[in-house]
Every structure is written in C-alpha cells, then in structure tokens.
C-alpha cells in the first residue's frame, strides 16, 4: 500500500493503519531498533511503541516520508530504552558506532563550545551536505542505521577495507568540520 | 556521554538523507561477486604468506644515500629517521601470530560527487564588457586594520558576493529593488579535482579594485597513490561584469588549509602537510608544492627550513601571492605544525601547542602544556624567519595574540598535571592523577619582546584557579579577557591596562552568570560579549569601565542557538547595531538585530530567514539592513 494511503488510514482512525505499517515498515523499524538494542524482546516492544506513537501523532502529523517519519521515532525511543537499560545491557553495533564517532569529538581541551542537539543536528546536516553521495549513504547507514561495515559493503558494491577507510576518512572531515565550527559537545 | 550525544542529534538528519540511505533501497550486488573476491583475496593472501612468513624484517632505517645528489638531501635525510618505524615483530610469522587481525588492507574506492548545480563561470577567453567603476567596501571585522580576513560575505558599493557551501551568489544593491545577479557553483567533479572539496571551509577576498575575487578552496585527493592528500585550489575569479564572472587562474597548492589574510594585495595563505610514509624517489610525497597551471612544483630547497633536532613530520607552508594574478612572490616551509595564526601588519605568528612531561622524584611526572609562537616576517615581499618563542598555556584562538609597538601580547589558559604511572604485570598501564583539574588550570598574560623574545611583563593567574581562557580582544594599550569556569556558566570580565608594562592595572567585573565567546569594542567606551547565558543559550552583554571596576550595562537573552563564528556577527558601531542569525527555539531560524541605547538592547528587527545562522550575513547600507543566508537573501528598511 502507498504510503499517502496509510497516512490516509491514520486520519479516518482506521485500525487497519497499525497493520498497514506493520506490513510494510515493521521489519525496517525492528531493523533500526535491534541495531540499537541488541535483543530481540527489547526491539519488539520498541517497534509496538512505535505504532502507538505514530497513531497517537497521525492526526495532526501528515508525514510526507512515511518511513523516516518512523524511522526517526523508533531510533529515538530505541535510545530511550537504552538510557533506560543503562551500560549493562549495551552492546553490539551501537557500541562499536559510539567509540568510532567518539573520534569526531573535538578536544575539549581546545575550550570550544558547548552545543545542543539541535544546533548540532544542524552541523550534521550542514557537513553531510557537502558529501559526496555514496559517501553520505555510507555515513548515515553506518551512524544513523548502524548498520554493519558487513553490510555497507555489500550495499555499495565496496571492499569492507574501503568502506571502514572511506568512514574513517569522513570522521576525519566530520570532526575538522565541527572543530571548524566551533562545536563541542 | 558526549559520543551519545552525537550519536542522538543524528536524530536529526534530514529525511532526504535517510531515505537515500535506506537499507532497503540500496543496491545490492551479486553474491557470486563477493565470493569471487574473498576467494582471490585469499589465495593471494596464502600467497604471499607463503613467500614472506620467515623473512626477518629489516630493523635499520632505509638507505637513502641514492638521494645524495638531491637538492633535497637535507630534508630526506631528517624525514627518514623520523618517519621510520622499526617493526613490532622479527617476522611476519610472529605478526601473524600476534593477531591475523592486525592484517588490514586499506583499499581506496572511488567515490561520486554531488551533482554540481546552477550556471556555470563563463569561459577564461570571454572578455568582460563593464569596467569596474566599484568601491571597495570591507565587511569582516578584521583583528588588524590593513590585514583582511578571508569570509564567506564581501562587497563592493554596487554588490553583495556571497558563497555557501561552494555556491557562489552576486546580489546588487538597490534596496527593495536588489536582485540576484549571478549564481553558481565552484564544485568541481571528482574527475577534475581527483577527490572533493571542503565546501564548508571555502572563503574568498574581494580585491579592492573590486574587479576580482580570489576564493580558497581546500579538498582532499582521494587518488590510489597517496592514503590521503590534502590541498587548496586558489582561484581568481574575474568580477568586473557580475553578470559574467569568469575563471582567470587557478593554483593549487599541497596541505590542509590553516588561514590566510590580504595586506596591500598580497595574499598570505598558509597551509599544513601532514608527512606519511614517504616515498624518497616520489617528491610529491614529502615535500610541499605548488601548482601553478604546469603540474605541481616543489618549493625550493633553499625555503625549507629545518630546525636542529627535527620533531615534528609535519610543514607549515607559507604562500606569499599576488591577490589577482596569483603570481607568488615568495614562499616558505618550515618542518613544525601550527594551529592558531595571528597576522600582524607585517609579520605572521603561527602557534603550536605541545605538553611537556617532566620525570620527578618517585616516580611521579608532571606534564605542563605549553605553546611555541613562531614569528615569520613577511615585510617587503619575502618571507623571513624571526625567531621564535615559547610560552606557559595554550591560547584560545588568534584573538590571543596581539602586536603593539614591538610587543607581541599573549593571553593563555595554563594547564598542569602530575600523576604517576603504574605498569601492571599485564602490560596495561593505569594513571593515578594527584592535581586535581582545578587546581591545574590556571591563566597568564605575556608581554614579549619580538626582536629579543624578552618577556617585559607577566601577569599570572589573574583568573581564579579552575577558570579557562574563553575569549580575549586587545584593543590599543588595553586588554579585554573574559575567563569562565565552563562547567558553572559564570564568567568574570577582566580588563587590562598595558599602557606601562611594568605597572599593568587590571579591573574585573566579578562574578556573571554566563560567558562571552567573543569580545569586540562596541564603541562609545562600550565592550560587547557575545556568548553564552547561565543556560547555555544566546547572552549579549555590554560592560563599560568605571572607577570602581568593569561593570555590565546592558544584558540579552534569547532561547536561542547562534554562531560562534565571530565574523558572522553584523556589528555596527556608529549606531551600536548588532545583527546575527540564530535559531529561536520558539520561532525557528530568525535573523535579530538589537540596538543599544546606552541603557538597554532593543530588538529592531527580527525575522525569520530559511537558513542555517552559521551562514548568515548582513551589511547595512543607507538605512536598509541586506541578509544573506544560503539561498535567501532579504532587504529590510531597518528605520521604518
């Protein structure tokens, strides 16, 4: 089904919407979340927490991406159940994903700026902009996705050693862009 | 934490980027492929095992006597010692037992570029057809007056040229009746350039002439012969028609771009080149060079300079360029990294910043960051070394350095630690630190000599311990230096007195809530702070002097994130206007402009503009305030 038709769905207060994106967008949703969490159980729930937000914000949202519009909502409730969980239950790619971005952190040391989310969300936009564009699926699959460097590879038709270098690479750009904008975090 | 934090605004990227990069979207390739390529990988791999397990490695540097003929023996020699790195192991088979892990190949892969977009220049051969008949008009505040800093944002009295992200955009100026001239994009293909640009770093000048703009553009060379390779393309662009903006020349010259600056048509460009694994029969591969449209050239023997005991692999490299023509007048490169550059009327000073260790008794070692000024004159055309110095701390940013009447001023954060280090029976190595972070953070101001690099005067801890360098503005025999305990948001303003520097007077203005990242005299006695509120949203303050001390005027705040880039601040003194692009938390992106009235600020203007505030701009010209912001560009009547 067209996603205007779900979105569609959700503004009659159709039940059948919940189905509809489980159809289509469950497994990309459990994707997201289980990249994040790492346990099956956990992932499920946050999937099931994400109908729940999606149909309590459909109406007023119209969504004109269905699948980021989800995508975005599961990440972020993934993150929240891992705060939740606390250290002891994180592990797997997410883990790996934070000690590599952990080198785009400029020195604080250097007395740069403090920064919020948004303003640092703007930052990321602002660089990723300035990819090139297999560059930038590389990026947002592996630090937005978390997707495996396995993965990546076999999505971009690349060597595993080409995608890490090229990752390390745009770390390399990411952080001389957020030390050049003054940004620390 | 702060990886999370990066990790949770990743939150925000746009749909557009996740939906290109939507696993399920992306192509996926054959697996009969994969496997044909693990399979040659391997049998290469057994290959080569084979052939080289037991070989022992060679433990000595390698032999560069074959150079010996080369003008650039001197240099070979120090990089060889210095970029040799003996083996871990005796042979590969012991590597190999140490870890198969540690066999990692670094393959480069060709990677596209965006499509570029919008008209592009015309050709080199198209003449102009209007004589330039402009004014020059500077709009970066700059540190120094006569030393113009590159920006994003020039004009002329005629025309606004702007550049975002590699675009390019002419607007005129004609108040409600402005309009976009001329747009396009410097991006060039992966192709051409054999890698991408920094788009987010370019910055151009306008010649004063206002016939020509001279755009730097780092990028990065992505090509099989290098791991990675830094440069900066420089390009003159011919602006006498705006309508029809022309490439007359392009350079290109090796590094990392550091700064660069135009005094009385001259451009100083200064790079950094970073030495990896150096290939003595290949000069590309450790020696700077310039490219002036007939492949790439070294720089001559002669303008390299090393010191006695060669530490660092890294040049800092120094262009002196006509500003139009791109001729090079002079250059030179020294074997050093610098971080920040300050550039006076005359000379470039050009900071590095290195930690000390220093063994004690039992055991314990006391690390003390410190930061070495060197000082290169480029007065009549040449490039010459003067000398160089080393001070307590490091500095914030170049606004921590200033030259007056022979005296080159520094104000640092200074930095100690002592610990002691234990190596357990395992190998791992834990540190007990026995100076607590506040009790090592401390500041200084330094008075030094530039011809004798005597220190004159010193001032030491005038912060109290634990407070930080935030931002500093030296203006005439006075210094202004705002400190802060980050972590606390509060933040005292110091102002010094240097007219005599063995009687130098400071005045604070105690404690406030906040701190100012930037400091620029406002005018009318006034010292404007730009910075952070005790909730880390957008303070703008402005202190005066009194008798009795430093007191703060006029405060305001906004729930709002805004640039720290100070050259993106609109500040005009005569009418005591600061403008500046941020994002209301309320609103969304706004552009403000408040007045002072000598009691208070006043918003008289406030508008929202569908741009990041990191690429905003303003000028205001006959009484109408002319915004940039990526593709937006609006006028407003600022007095109606």
């Not at chain 2, 074959?66 to 120090?78: F, L, T």
């Not at chain 2, 016939?211 to 006498?240: A, C, G, Q």
């Not at chain 2, 930690?355 to 004159?377: C, F, H, M, P």
């Not at chain 2, 601040?569 to 692009?581: A, K, P, S, T, V």
């Amino acid at each position: 089904m067209e996603d205007q038709k779900i979105v569609d769905l959700y503004w009659e207060r159709a039940e059948s919407a919940i189905q509809e994106t489980q159809k289509k967008y469950g497994k990309y949703c459990y994707h997201i979340a289980y990249a994040i969490l790492y346990s099956n159980e956990d992932a499920e729930e946050c999937v099931n927490d994400t109908y729940l937000r999606a149909w309590n914000a459909i109406p007023p949202a119209k969504p004109s991406r269905l699948s980021t519009f989800l995508g975005k909502i599961t990440r972020h409730l993934a993150l929240d159940r891992l705060d939740k969980h606390h250290a002891q239950k994180r592990s797997g790619p997410i883990t790996l994903a934070l000690d590599e971005l952990s080198e785009c952190i400029p020195d604080a040391a250097s007395g740069l700026d403090p920064i919020d989310e948004i303003a640092l969300g703007d930052a990321i936009n602002a660089f990723l902009a300035g990819l090139p564009l297999k560059t930038r699926q590389m990026f947002v699959r592996r630090y937005w996705y978390l997707s495996s460097i396995k993965d990546i590879a076999r999505d971009v038709d690349m060597s595993e050693s080409a995608v890490k270098v090229t990752l390390m690479r745009t770390r390399e750009a990411f952080r001389l862009h957020l030390e050049k904008e003054g940004i620390v975090i | 934490m702060k990886n999370k934090k990066l990790l949770r605004a990743m939150g925000y990227i746009d749909d557009q980027y996740l939906t290109e990069a939507d696993p399920r979207a992306m192509k996926k390739s054959p697996k009969w492929r994969k496997w044909t390529t693990i399979a040659a990988c391997i049998c290469l791999l057994v290959s080569a095992l084979g052939l080289y397990l037991f070989l022992p490695y060679d433990t000595s540097p390698p032999d560069v006597s074959q150079y010996a003929d080369s003008e650039y023996y001197h240099v070979i020699q120090g990089l060889n010692a210095l970029t040799y790195q003996k083996p871990k192991y005796k042979n590969n088979f012991q590597a190999l037992l140490a870890g198969l892990s540690s066999l990692k190949g670094a393959v480069v892969e060709d990677v596209e570029m965006p499509e570029t977009n919008g008209p592009s220049l015309g050709s080199p051969d198209t003449p102009g057809e209007e004589n330039s008949d402009q004014t020059y008009e500077e709009v970066t505040d700059n540190q120094v007056d006569g030393v113009i800093e590159g920006d994003i944002f020039k004009r002329s009295d005629k025309y606004l040229y702007y550049m975002c992200v590699s675009n390019l955009y002419v607007y005129s100026i004609e108040k409600e009746d402005s309009e976009l001239l001329f747009s396009c994009s410097l991006d060039r293909s992966r192709e051409e350039i054999g890698g991408w640009y920094f788009g987010q770093q370019f910055e151009f000048y306008l010649s004063s002439d206002c016939t020509t703009l001279t755009v730097i553009m780092p990028f990065v060379e992505d090509n099989k012969n290098h791991w990675e390779r830094y440069l900066v393309d420089v390009v003159s662009l011919d602006v006498t028609d705006p309508t029809n903006i022309r490439e007359t020349k392009r350079i290109t010259v090796t590094g990392a771009y550091l700064s660069s600056r135009v005094v009385d048509g001259e451009l100083l460009l200064m790079t950094n080149m970073q030495i990896r694994n150096p290939d003595f029969s290949d000069e590309s591969t450790f020696l700077p060079q310039i490219n002036m449209g007939n492949g790439f050239e070294c720089i001559s023997a002669d303008n390299i300079m090393l010191p006695d005991t060669l530490t660092s692999t890294r040049y800092t490299t120094v262009f002196l360029l006509d500003e139009t023509t791109l001729e090079v007048k002079s250059d030179a490169a020294f074997l050093s990294y610098s971080q920040e550059v300050y550039v006076s009327r005359d000379s470039i000073y050009a900071t590095s910043q290195y930690t000390e260790r220093t063994e004690q008794a039992y055991g314990y070692t006391k690390t003390d960051v410190k930061t070495e000024i060197a000082r290169l004159s480029y007065a009549n055309g040449t490039l010459t070394p003067m000398g160089k110095t080393t001070v307590r701390g490091s500095v914030k940013n170049q606004y921590s350095l200033d030259e007056y009447h022979g005296v080159l001023r520094v104000v640092t954060t200074t930095r100690t630690a002592q610990f002691k280090e234990t190596v357990w029976s395992n190998g791992n190595v834990s540190s007990s630190v026995i100076t607590n972070e506040t009790s090592g953070i401390g500041t200084a101001l330094y008075c030094i000599d530039i011809d004798t690099w005597e220190t004159l005067a010193e001032v030491k801890n005038f912060a109290p311990a634990g407070e930080t360098v935030e931002s500093v503005r030296f203006d005439g025999d006075k210094a202004y230096v705002c400190t802060a305990v980050v972590l606390e948001l509060s933040d005292p303003v110091f102002f010094f007195d240097l007219s005599d520097l063995s009687n130098i007077t400071v005045k604070d203005t105690g404690i406030i809530d906040g701190f100012s990242l930037s400091l620029v005299n406002f005018g009318n006695g006034y010292l404007l702070g730009v910075g952070f509120n005790g909730n880390r949203m957008l303070k703008i303050e402005v202190y005066e002097e009194s008798e009795a001390g430093v007191v703060s005027v006029a405060a305001y705040e906004k729930n709002a994130a805004f640039s720290t880039n100070y050259k993106s601040y609109f500040i005009d003194r005569e009418n005591q206007l600061i403008g500046l692009g941020i994002y209301d938390y309320n609103q969304g992106y706004r552009y403000i402009v408040l007045h002072f009235d000598g009691f208070a600020f006043r918003e008289v203007l406030n508008v929202p503009i569908g741009a990041n505030y990191l690429y905003c701009r303003a000028a205001l010209i006959d009484g109408y305030l002319y915004i940039v912001g990526e593709d937006q560009f609006q006028v407003v009547n600022l007095w109606n």
